[in-house]
């Protein structure tokens, strides 16, 4: 059974980084591309970038400068690495096999003063 399973979440204030991690079972982890997500409240759920499976990353421009995802294939996790946290990327954060629908159960990531 594969399951992905997010952690790293939490309340931060402006300014203050985080760093998610979602690790995977139940698959060849290393051969897979990888996604990261977001949902705001009241909003769809967004694409905030992806990892290949050979380390190539790619983000959305709202996070472009800040986030950094990366890899740990013996781990079996991939990493959201956010800085300079903003009021708006307040969400709850998930992973993805992309082409799959395959999610994580996500995390909470609430940036507030």
């Known amino acids: 059974q594969v399951q992905l399973v997010e952690s790293g979440g939490g309340v931060v204030q402006p300014g203050a980084s985080l760093k998610l991690s979602c690790t995977a079972s139940g698959i060849r982890f290393s051969i897979y591309n990888m996604a990261w997500y977001r949902q705001a409240p009241g909003a769809k759920r967004a694409r905030v970038g992806s990892?290949?499976?050979?380390?190539?990353?790619s983000y959305e421009d709202s996070v472009k400068g800040r986030f950094t995802i990366s890899r740990d294939n013996a781990k079996n996790t991939v990493y959201l690495q956010m800085n300079n946290l903003k009021p708006e990327d307040t969400a709850v954060y998930y992973c993805?096999?992309?082409?799959?629908?395959?999610w994580g159960q996500g995390t909470q990531v609430t940036v507030s003063s």
């Open positions: 990892i290949t499976s050979s380390g190539s990353t």
């Open positions: 993805k096999v992309p082409l799959t629908n395959i």
